[in-house]
C-alpha cells in the first residue's frame, strides 16, 4: 500500500472553509482506481498543520489519480493565499508493516 501524507497549515479563519471543501468533494476520490480511503486530519494545536492522509494500492494509482481530469478539477479553485500559515509539504511513503486491533473487524 502507498501513504501519501499533504501537511496543509491553515489559518484559523479559513479553517471552517477549508474542512468543507472536502466535504463537498466527498465522493469524488473514490472513483479513482486504486483509491484505498482518505483521511482528513484536524489539528489539536493550533501551530499544527491539517493532515490529509490518502492510501492507495501503489504509488502508481496514486500517480493516474494525480494526472486524472478529476484532480485537476479538484485543484482548479485553489484557496486564497492568506488563508494558510505557510508552505505546505506532501510525503509519500510506503506501508511495510500494518496492524489493527481484532476489535476492528
Not at 476520490?29 to 499544527?48: C, Y
Amino acid at each position: 500500500m502507498f501513504i501519501v501524507a499533504n501537511r496543509v497549515p491553515v489559518t484559523e479563519a479559513f479553517e471552517e472553509m477549508f474542512e468543507a471543501r472536502f466535504q463537498a468533494r466527498s465522493g469524488q476520490i473514490e472513483k479513482q482506481p486504486g483509491f484505498v480511503r482518505m483521511q482528513v486530519l484536524k489539528p489539536s494545536d493550533p501551530d499544527t498543520p491539517y493532515i490529509v492522509l490518502t492510501s492507495w494500492q501503489d504509488k502508481a494509482a496514486f500517480e493516474n489519480w494525480v494526472g486524472s481530469d478529476d484532480f485537476r478539477q479538484a485543484h482548479a479553485n485553489p484557496m486564497p493565499k492568506e488563508a494558510f500559515a505557510g508552505e505546505g509539504a506532501i510525503e509519500m511513503h510506503e506501508v511495510i508493516i500494518e496492524a489493527e486491533s481484532a476489535k476492528a473487524n
